[in-house]
């Protein structure tokens, strides 16, 4: 990670997803390491069993927020999570 910016841990497993967010904010001039979770160690498994896809983004958000806060990753750290589902 580069000294002196913020992170931003995406909460996924996806190489794919962490390179294509990446991409974006670099292209907007957006000085922020996207990391997945398992930079810091490896990350609690949390169970998506919110009513909304939303619900399920802001609990996996929240919960892996916690989790860096435990092993004193800094407060500045961003975490982003989604949750896209299937519909049919």
Do not use: Y
């Amino acid at each position: 990670m580069r000294t002196g910016l913020r992170a931003c841990v995406l909460a996924t497993g996806n190489a794919h997803k962490l390179a294509e967010l990446s991409a974006m904010l670099q292209d907007a001039g957006v000085a922020l390491d996207v990391l997945p979770p398992r930079s810091f160690g490896e990350p609690p498994e949390i169970v998506e069993d919110g009513e909304t896809f939303t619900a399920n983004a802001e609990k996996k958000a929240r919960g892996l927020a916690a989790w860096l806060r435990e092993r004193g990753v800094a407060g500045d750290t961003l975490v982003l999570a989604d949750d896209s589902g299937i519909c049919i």
